[in-house]
């Protein structure tokens, strides 16, 4: 890094003064990098050495003081995530008052207020409307406050996904929170890393950069350190595709370095756009799926509504008309019509199915926070309730079955077995082989563990495996930080999938000599060997002989007692051309024109080391319960077939003491070979699809296939299309950056918290904090879950509309009233929206979710057995209410109170009290019954305390209805009741429990042609287009406004114009 050019250029000019953060804006702009306008600016600010200087920082030391650290900060500004403003408390109340129907009705209220006043005089005429103005204020805010607290719960999520782990140079390697980095630091960044900050690239290897999120250029892009392109005299030329500035935002693909941070937070390019980008979530499969539902009882509701409005209008016209009881042209009629309209209204702003959107997203919301303290972390919503039909898991080994605790625990050098305790031994290796073996292990990785001085023990940073043989090294004596941040390291090749290996090119000044130092699979390293190192570190050919004996006594001795091998291996190179000796620089640009597979080959073996990585204790029970769920693991490794037979075996997916079937466990390329790879066709709607070419063979494969060894990411993107494409629903974890195609195409991706690349995160639908295998498991409970919770709500909520809609059309026809008025119907739906939703959407997750098969794509929600429940709860209720509604008085005293006589009160206002005190009470015990899925238990009352929250919400609301019955009087419409008349009420409901026990006993096969309501997802674009949407609000308790999302869109198109 200290480069003899930049030294002379520092003390041939002075360079200018940096004076503030808004000296960088133009820095990054596509334009002024294009045109090299860019390196001039940073030229004239000293180079690689002086600007870091002016930043406080040092090219090699970084800033080296928490001081230093904190005046940046306060300076340049903070790295803190951008966020979209969150919306009040009172705009979200003022964004429930446009729901349509509710305006209309505040409307008709207002206009029943002035008749009122007229008819009864200003102290008593104003009581009606303003309870129907209180009553809609009472739910917009319910309603409101519960939008606020859930939008709290996704902001705290956002902020969670913005969390992360870097590495800087602070004095030494440190590691911090991506939040913390502050304009100054030098940041180490390597393959899968997505940028978080804008900087100058000071030193790397083989970088390339996908830049296509913020330029739209999808090539590759090659960057250079700052010095290379300065001595290459790149300036002049266009540096579109070759330069050293880092966006925010872009991809590292390859190579690995360190770039000076230059811009954080909202004055990255990244943070600009971000500041224009609206972050509300996209409706999930299953609020698709239900706006169907929706809109068929949103539709049953209104021409309920039409119709009873004219059955009302019917009773006016035969009273005015036939029985000439009054005026047409009068006051009274004025108020009939009004009062008949607004029953109408109410009883679409009850029918229209609020509550189903809602109890989707308050069930997210309540799951996404369980999940997290569960170590799962959800960036897209959907993959919650998609994880509830999840049937195939195609795994990782290493981290997520095995617990990443990497060590070195068998080492085959000099010809020799070493074991753990061995290690430690004098003399057990010649010292020249103990040299070149650390040397190897220390030039050639990236990694940067730390040892506790208090404990003595190793905390493992960066890759696990260059962790293990970092120890390794330590163990005999050297310490690794000795070889880096070092002239001598003239290229470093990192490890990719497809060569299996990683390389570094070093100089040996002493006879001006390269030497590549190379690690990687064994039998990849073993096959590019001519040469090992034997006893008494003397260097013998390497025959085929030799090979196949190593192959057999070493590679696969060791991997049949599940240790994973990494060969170490050297080659001396001396450059054909004596001018490059003698100049580092030279001597560099000469060995970063070889071709890489031309720099690793003829290579000389110095040691194959055995890795023992345990797997997790919970990970077989785990297994198991994925057997029994229904849910197929297959184990997708890298490693051998050997060691992956030996894992699964250990593991459980793979039965010991059974022969094996034939593709049970699979070589990544002969079941690339066998299934013909992927070909493109085209869909319905004429785009390019990817399918098997082989889907015969494919069937055959999947049917048995449950390990897969030696496999690439394109073999595991070919696994998971095919099993899709059989109709699977596929859950993939993964950690590296090529495997984020198969996390992207999968159902639910997910990627490891801890080892997992940045772009693997970014490709992923939940991020496994702990990397844990037994999470996924967590993962599918609470995906079970979710789906069980919208259909308890589906069945209670179907249930109050049914049995409202009937009685209020009933009522009308035969009583020229609805049972229920105004007032009463705005409680009924507050109880069977939002307390309903609250009460049923956060039930908790049984472990018997996961003893059953789990959904498949084409179920229905409501099923056969939910419309059995909700068919005897309907009747049940219906018969009841119909029986108290016409029958009641003869069998009952229903007589009005003493207190009550001569006031305005009609006669039978204790039968409609009674009416309505039944009514609520039955829905109550109901949601009871409603919490079990016939599946689950016919017993209502299984898991009877597992669930606070639904006790709390149906305390309050039974406390409500009787505060409403006994002292709502003139406002509600209803004369309080006697304890008989409520007991009565209360018995009608409890029965309605033994009711619907007995009624679970009628076959299902009865009901399995039952298909009431059309389920098909409606497009997201067509959402506003529904008679649901135009009906009520499109609030952030339902789905946002796709108008938003196309303003932010074309915002940042021009946005994008201009920055980039």
């Known amino acids: 890094m200290k480069q003899q050019y930049s030294k002379q250029l520092d003390q041939q000019q002075d360079y200018e003064q940096i004076h503030g953060i808004d000296d960088f804006k133009d820095l990054f702009q596509l334009a002024s990098i294009n045109d090299g306008s860019s390196l001039q600016k940073v030229q004239k600010w000293g180079g690689d050495q002086g600007l870091p200087k002016q930043l406080k920082s040092h090219q090699l030391k970084g800033i080296d003081s928490e001081a230093q650290v904190i005046e940046n900060r306060e300076k340049y500004g903070n790295n803190d995530p951008i966020e979209k403003e969150s919306e009040s408390l009172c705009d979200l109340i003022l964004e429930c008052f446009g729901d349509t129907m509710l305006q209309i009705l505040l409307l008709a209220a207002f206009?029943?207020?002035?008749?009122?006043?007229?008819?009864?005089?200003?102290?008593?005429?104003?009581?009606?409307?303003?309870?129907?103005?209180?009553?809609?204020?009472?739910?917009?805010?319910?309603?409101a406050g519960n939008n606020y607290l859930k939008e709290r719960q996704f902001q705290q999520l956002r902020r969670k996904l913005d969390d992360g782990l870097v590495q800087v140079v602070r004095g030494g390697i440190v590691e911090i929170s991506v939040k913390e980095i502050v304009v100054g630091d030098i940041l180490q960044f390597g393959i899968g890393d997505i940028f978080t900050v804008d900087g100058l690239m000071i030193q790397g290897s083989q970088v390339k950069v996908d830049e296509s999120a913020m330029t739209g250029e999808s090539d590759e892009i090659k960057k250079l350190p700052y010095s290379e392109m300065i001595q290459q005299s790149y300036i002049s030329l266009d540096n579109h595709h070759c330069s050293p500035f880092l966006i925010s935002g872009t991809k590292c693909l390859d190579g690995n370095g360190y770039m000076l941070v230059l811009q954080v937070g909202q004055n990255t390019v990244q943070g600009q756009l971000k500041l224009l980008l609206n972050q509300d979530n996209p409706p999930t499969p299953l609020q698709q799926k239900l706006e169907g539902v929706a809109e068929d009882i949103g539709k049953l509701g209104t021409l309920i509504a039409i119709l009873t409005f004219i059955a009302l209008m019917g009773?006016?016209?035969?009273?005015?008309?036939?029985?000439?009881?009054?005026?047409?042209?009068?006051?009274?009629?004025?108020?009939?019509?009004?009062?008949?309209?607004?029953?109408?209204?109410?009883?679409?702003?009850?029918?229209?199915?609020?509550?189903?959107?809602?109890?989707?997203?308050?069930?997210?919301?309540?799951?996404?926070?369980?999940?997290?303290?569960?170590?799962?972390?959800?960036?897209?919503?959907?993959?919650?309730?998609?994880m509830g039909g999840a049937n195939n898991i195609c795994s990782d080994k290493t981290g997520t079955l095995t617990q990443n605790i990497m060590q070195v625990t068998s080492l085959w050098c000099e010809n020799n077995y070493i074991s753990y305790q061995q290690f430690g031994q004098n003399n057990i290796l010649q010292k020249c082989t103990v040299e070149i073996m650390v040397e190897s292990i220390c030039y050639n990785s990236n990694a940067n563990p730390t040892k506790d001085k208090s404990t003595n023990r190793w905390i493992q940073i960066g890759n696990k495996t260059e962790c293990a043989l970092i120890e390794l090294a330590?163990?005999?004596?050297?310490?690794?930080?000795?070889?880096?941040?070092?002239?001598?390291?003239?290229?470093?090749?990192?490890?990719?999938?497809?060569?299996?290996?990683?390389?570094?090119?070093?100089?040996?000044?002493?006879?001006?000599?390269?030497?590549?130092?190379?690690?990687?699979?064994?039998?990849?390293?073993?096959?590019?060997?001519?040469?090992?190192?034997?006893?008494?570190?003397?260097?013998?050919?390497?025959?085929?002989?030799?090979?196949?004996?190593?192959?057999?006594?070493?590679?696969?001795?060791?991997?049949?007692?599940?240790?994973?091998?990494?060969?170490?291996?050297?080659?001396?190179?001396?450059?054909?051309?004596?001018?490059?000796?003698?100049?580092?620089?030279?001597?560099?640009?000469?060995?970063?024109?070889?071709?890489?597979?031309?720099?690793?080959?003829?290579?000389?073996?110095?040691?194959?080391?055995?890795?023992?990585?345990?797997?997790?204790?919970?990970?077989?029970?785990?297994?198991?319960?994925?057997?029994?769920?229904?849910?197929?693991?297959?184990?997708?490794?890298?490693?051998?077939?050997?060691?992956?037979?030996?894992?699964?075996?250990?593991?459980?997916?793979?039965?010991?003491?059974?022969?094996?079937?034939?593709?049970?466990?699979?070589?990544g390329q002969k079941f690339r070979e066998l299934v013909g790879g992927l070909v493109i066709t085209k869909d319905e709607d004429g785009k390019d699809i990817k399918k098997i070419k082989n889907m015969s063979i494919f069937s055959k494969i999947s049917k048995e296939m449950r390990v897969m060894a030696r496999a690439s990411p394109e073999d595991k993107y070919l696994l998971v299309t095919g099993l899709i494409e059989e109709g699977n629903v596929v859950a993939v974890t993964g950690d590296g950056t090529n495997d984020a195609p198969a996390l992207k195409k999968a159902d639910v991706g997910f990627a490891?918290?801890?080892?997992?690349?940045?772009?693997?995160?970014?490709?992923?639908?939940?991020?496994?904090?702990?990397?844990?295998?037994?999470?996924?498991?967590?993962?599918?409970?609470?995906g079970r879950n979710i789906y069980d919770c919208i259909r308890k709500f589906i069945q209670f909520q179907l249930t109050v509309n049914l049995v409202a809609l009937f009685m209020s059309f009933t009522g009308a026809v035969i009583l020229k009233q609805s049972p229920l008025n105004a007032i009463q119907m705005l409680w009924v739906n507050l109880i069977m929206d939002t307390f309903a939703s609250l009460a049923l959407a956060t039930e908790p997750p049984s472990i018997k979710v996961l003893q059953r098969q789990p959904y498949k794509r084409t179920d229905q929600i409501v099923s056969p057995t939910m419309y059995r429940t909700i068919v005897g709860a309907s009747l049940y209720q219906i018969t009841i209410l119909s029986f108290i509604l016409f029958l009641l008085p003869k069998y009952f005293d229903c007589s009005l109170p003493v207190e009550l006589i001569g006031q305005k009160y009609p006669q039978n206002v204790v039968q409609m009290s009674i009416f309505f005190q039944a009514f609520v009470l039955m829905q109550v015990f109901n949601s009871i019954s409603c919490r079990q899925l016939d599946y689950h238990t016919k017993n209502p009352f299984s898991n009877f305390c597992n669930n606070p929250l639904f006790w709390v919400v149906q305390t309050i609301t039974v406390i409500v209805q009787i505060l409403l019955i006994q002292y709502g009087g003139k406002y509600v419409k209803v004369s309080?009741?006697?304890?008989?008349?409520?007991?009565?009420?209360?018995?009608?409901?409890?029965?309605?429990?033994?009711?619907?026990?007995?009624?679970?006993?009628?076959?299902?096969?009865?009901?399995?042609?039952?298909?009431?309501?059309?389920?098909?997802?409606?497009?997201?674009?067509?959402?506003?287009?529904?008679?649901?949407?135009?009906?009520?609000?499109?609030?952030?308790?339902?789905?946002?406004?796709?108008?938003?999302?196309?303003?932010?869109?074309?915002?940042?198109?021009?946005?994008s114009s201009q920055k980039l």
């Open 111 to 143: 206009v029943s207020t002035i008749i009122g006043m007229i008819n009864e005089g200003v102290a008593t005429g104003w009581t009606e409307g303003a309870t129907i103005f209180f009553a809609v204020f009472l739910i917009v805010s319910i309603t």
């Open 315 to 386: 009773h006016l016209i035969y009273d005015v008309f036939v029985l000439h009881k009054h005026d047409f042209l009068s006051l009274k009629t004025f108020s009939f019509i009004i009062e008949a309209f607004m029953i109408g209204v109410t009883i679409i702003v009850v029918a229209v199915p609020e509550g189903l959107p809602l109890a989707v997203t308050i069930a997210l919301a309540y799951s996404v926070g369980k999940m997290k303290d569960e170590q799962n972390l959800v960036k897209n919503l959907a993959s919650c309730e998609i």
């Open 474 to 667: 330590d163990v005999f004596g050297y310490k690794y930080s000795n070889y880096r941040q070092n002239d001598k390291i003239l290229r470093q090749i990192p490890f990719s999938s497809r060569r299996k290996k990683m390389s570094s090119v070093v100089l040996n000044q002493k006879n001006q000599t390269v030497r590549i130092y190379t690690k990687g699979a064994s039998e990849t390293i073993l096959s590019q060997c001519q040469k090992y190192i034997s006893k008494n570190g003397q260097e013998q050919l390497l025959d085929k002989t030799k090979k196949d004996e190593i192959l057999h006594n070493v590679i696969e001795n060791y991997a049949s007692q599940c240790l994973r091998t990494i060969a170490i291996a050297y080659r001396d190179f001396e450059p054909q051309n004596s001018s490059f000796k003698g100049s580092t620089v030279n001597m560099k640009a000469h060995v970063h024109q070889i071709p890489e597979d031309d720099l690793d080959k003829d290579l000389t073996l110095i040691a194959i080391c055995g890795i023992k990585d345990p797997i997790r204790q919970d990970v077989p029970n785990s297994i198991k319960l994925c057997t029994q769920s229904g849910v197929m693991v297959r184990m997708v490794t890298g490693d051998n077939i050997i060691t992956a037979q030996s894992i699964a075996k250990e593991c459980g997916i793979l039965e010991k003491g059974r022969a094996q079937q034939e593709f049970e466990v699979i070589d």
């Open 752 to 782: 490891m918290g801890i080892t997992g690349s940045d772009v693997a995160k970014d490709a992923a639908d939940i991020i496994l904090i702990d990397d844990n295998f037994s999470s996924i498991i967590t993962a599918m409970k609470w």
């Open 976 to 1055: 309080h009741l006697t304890l008989s008349q409520h007991l009565l009420c209360l018995g009608f409901a409890v029965f309605g429990i033994v009711f619907s026990i007995l009624f679970k006993f009628i076959p299902e096969s009865l009901c399995q042609k039952i298909h009431i309501f059309r389920e098909d997802e409606i497009k997201t674009e067509k959402m506003d287009e529904t008679l649901t949407s135009k009906l009520r609000r499109k609030s952030t308790m339902r789905l946002h406004t796709s108008q938003r999302s196309k303003v932010d869109a074309e915002s940042l198109k021009q946005m």
